[in-house]
């Protein structure tokens, strides 16, 4: 027997009992002729003592280095006093070996496990080594509470696991595709699915009612923390329910397992707000809502001007000028170094963002007089008011302008907020998630001159008139809801088109012919045509929650074995070269190897 308990769990329940125990050497320590050894399993640490008086057990033991793997029997009695450790489940207690067994020696590891400035290129070649991180094991086993706890309210609420397939057809899902060659159908491709978005809704046609699965993911995309090129998602679908009905219930899941896995009660009804008010309020469709800043609209006040940065914008049909306003940005302890708003402009301009003007507010009360900005010049006396009245601005703010498309100044101003409110310490509580609801049906792609859906092609619409979806796309809500938790997606979905004469429509809008909607979704328009029932349902991103949950900053630290930034496994040093056999047999013949794409691409989308 190579256990009885586990490191972890020995405790004073257990004194005076002889328990085996075995795991690896956390730390070896000799004092004065008794070694003391910290030996770790998954369960946590437990300290064993080797005493000198059984002299073939204590060489063995004076061996011993770390990470080597053991085997250990003893008496579990108290520590003695003045060196008990409150702060582990076993500090009270030791073992007293009395018989061990090195099961296997190791080699000195390439990091020590108690080093958190190892780099991750390193961390993820000994991945192995680094899992034994109690850190990083106690993240995995939350992902195992997570995924077990969302079964259980899945099976105990009506819904079927069940699997749909990993080889499919390719399929426009936004990103593109893995492929695999066929070697039965010679110049044929299978697709790796990025979700399993057509087989769920069939299952709904097939009556199944209510589906969930864990399913893999796989999108050939751009990588930043957190996405990868596999990820695991919690896949639902329901039918013959209400948006309404699906967002309760989908609360009723996210609430349940964040009172079973962290003991955290979340708000109950969780808030909405639509689309285009997170945009205007917070230049982001994921509002992080724990931080108490808003972007304040100012085109109507600087339309006229001198300064053009200005004035272009806020006449412009597709321009936004607005305002962040920092409170205690400019004050004179706590407030930001000409340095700190130089790094801002510069993070800014990741974003496309052409630089970022700012108003130090020094006296609210005096004005135009009270204030501190190379722009004031160019700003009217009513202009100046009207942006101190609608900031609310106090002696010692911060005012921060965005002027550009209204895309760049949503994403750069959005991002800026984020930032502040985390540099500044302005993120207020622990938990804060938002449903996003009455999304665009599409928006419009000025370089290619088409519509795009905004989720996907299959989601429902508001309106349900086909003719009107293809008159007004531009006006077109759809029944779609994103769950966001902390200004992070980590889930989305919607209402689905059921009617075949509606998703003709919705095709015909994004531009998708008759020939090619039946190439590639044929499958799909069939099934709608043979009784489809209304149906809706949602997709978690199991990676991102747990990251969240475990208060990890990518979600390569809740991912066994992750994949980099540049979509290489650094452990198997995958992907790799495919034998000259294997090409043959496909009949794939190899062109020069483009350029790698550079990994600092990945890391600027990262930020």
């Excluded at 998708?512 to 045509?529: N, P, Q």
């Excluded at 949950?549 to 040093?573: N, Y």
Aim: proline share 6%; charged share 25%.
């Amino acid at each position: 027997m190579y256990r009885s308990h586990y490191c972890g769990v020995v405790d004073t329940d257990l004194l005076d009992q002889t328990v085996t125990v075995s795991g690896w050497v956390n730390r070896r320590r000799d004092h004065g002729g008794v070694i003391f050894i910290d030996l770790r399993d998954r369960e946590g640490v437990l300290q064993v003592v080797f005493d000198p008086d059984d002299a073939t057990m204590f060489a063995q033991a004076e061996r011993l280095r770390s990470e080597f793997v053991i085997k250990v029997t003893g008496r579990v009695r108290h520590r003695p006093e003045g060196t008990a450790n409150d702060k582990l489940r076993t500090g009270q207690i030791e073992v007293l070996a009395t018989e061990l067994d090195v099961l296997n020696v190791a080699k000195t590891p390439p990091f020590p496990l108690d080093d958190d400035e190892t780099g991750e290129d390193v961390r993820l070649k000994y991945r192995y080594i680094d899992l034994r991180r109690p850190e990083m094991a106690e993240r995995l086993r939350l992902r195992a509470q997570v995924a077990s706890a969302l079964r259980r309210f899945m099976d105990d609420n009506g819904f079927l696991d069940i699997e749909t397939p990993i080889l499919t057809r390719s399929t426009p899902e936004g990103a593109r595709d893995y492929l695999v060659p066929s070697r039965t159908y010679p110049g044929e491709f299978f697709a790796l699915p990025q979700s399993p978005q057509l087989f769920k809704q069939l299952l709904m046609v097939a009556g199944m009612d209510r589906y969930y699965q864990f399913a893999r993911c796989f999108r050939d995309e751009d990588l930043r923390a957190d996405r990868q090129p596999e990820f695991t998602q919690l896949d639902i679908e329901t039918s013959f329910q209400s948006m309404e009905e699906i967002l309760e219930i989908n609360e009723q899941m996210i609430r349940s397992v964040f009172k079973a896995t962290l003991d955290v009660e979340l708000p109950e009804p969780f808030p909405r707000m639509a689309y285009a008010e997170a945009m205007q309020r917070f230049g982001s469709d994921k509002p992080d809502l724990r931080i108490d800043m808003e972007l304040v609209e100012i085109a109507d006040l600087v339309a006229d001007a001198e300064f053009k940065v200005f004035s272009g914008p806020a006449k412009s049909d597709d321009g936004r000028v607005v305002v962040l306003r920092v409170p205690g940005g400019a004050a004179e302890q706590g407030g930001l170094t000409r340095k700190q708003i130089d790094d801002y402009t510069a993070y800014v301009g990741r974003y496309g963002a052409k630089g970022l003007a700012y108003v130090k507010v020094n006296d609210a009360a005096a004005g135009r007089d009270g204030l501190q900005s190379p722009i004031l010049k160019f700003l009217s006396d009513e202009a100046i008011a009207g942006v101190l009245e609608r900031t609310a601005a106090e002696s010692g703010d911060l005012l921060f302008f965005g002027a550009d498309k209204a895309a760049v100044v949503n994403d750069a101003m959005g991002a800026l907020r984020v930032k502040l409110g985390h540099d500044m310490g302005r993120v207020e509580g622990d938990w804060s998630p938002l449903w996003v609801v009455d999304w665009p049906m599409f928006e419009w792609d000025g370089r290619d001159n088409r519509w795009q859906a905004l989720h996907h092609p299959f989601t429902a619409p508001v309106n349900q008139d086909p003719e009107a979806l293809k008159n007004n796309p531009g006006e077109a809500l759809s029944q779609a809801y994103d769950l966001v938790l902390n200004g992070v997606e980590v889930g989305g979905g919607s209402l689905r088109i059921h009617s075949p004469a509606l998703q003709s429509a919705a095709f015909d809008v994004l531009g998708i012919s008759e020939d090619e909607a039946r190439e590639k979704f044929g499958f799909l328009l069939d099934a709608l045509a043979y009784g489809a029932p209304p149906h809706g349902g949602i997709a978690y991103g199991l990676d991102r929650l747990v990251m969240l949950m475990a208060g990890a900053s990518s979600i390569r630290d809740v991912i066994a074995f992750p994949k980099t930034q540049s979509a290489s496994c650094l452990l198997t040093e995958a992907p790799g070269d495919a034998a000259p056999a294997q090409l043959r047999e496909l009949g794939i013949k190899l062109r020069a190897k483009p350029a790698p794409a550079d990994p600092a691409d990945n890391e600027t989308q990262a930020q």
